[in-house]
């Protein structure tokens, strides 16, 4: 069992920069690969970042590339997702999750809010 917390979110104009973390409870948070997803009121839960267990591996959601940078530090438990150029249609909740096999992420944190104005 992993608990994963994260946290960062908040208000922003479009345009300005936010950073989440997401700080799991087991020092086994460095086999795990971990992603960071979003969902939006009204629309389906999307997978915007993923990093693999050793951050060699790296997705974006093709709307986040350029904008979103996913990292990792194995030492301290935690995830990030440094998020550039914000625009109102990354307004959601952003989760983070640890991945326990092929696209199946079991253990999931209470998610943070980020709302992006215009």
């Known amino acids: 069992q992993v608990q994963l917390v994260e946290s960062g979110g908040g208000l922003v104009q479009a345009g300005g920069s936010l950073r989440l973390s997401c700080v799991a409870s087991?020092?086994?948070?460095?086999?795990?690969?971990m992603g960071w997803f979003r969902q939006a009121p009204g629309e389906e839960r999307e997978l915007v970042a993923a990093?693999?267990?050793?951050?060699?591996?790296?997705y974006y959601l093709h709307s986040v590339k350029g904008r979103f940078t996913i990292s990792r530090d194995n030492a301290k438990n935690t995830m990030y997702l440094q998020m550039n150029s914000l625009s109102p249609e990354d307004t959601a909740v952003y989760y983070c999750?640890?991945?326990?096999?092929?696209?199946?992420?079991?253990?999931w944190g209470q998610g943070t809010q980020v709302t992006v104005s215009s």
């Open positions: 999750a640890a991945r326990v096999g092929p696209q199946e992420y079991a253990y």
């Open positions: 087991r020092r086994t948070f460095g086999s795990y690969g």
């Open positions: 990093i693999s267990s050793t951050g060699g591996s790296i």
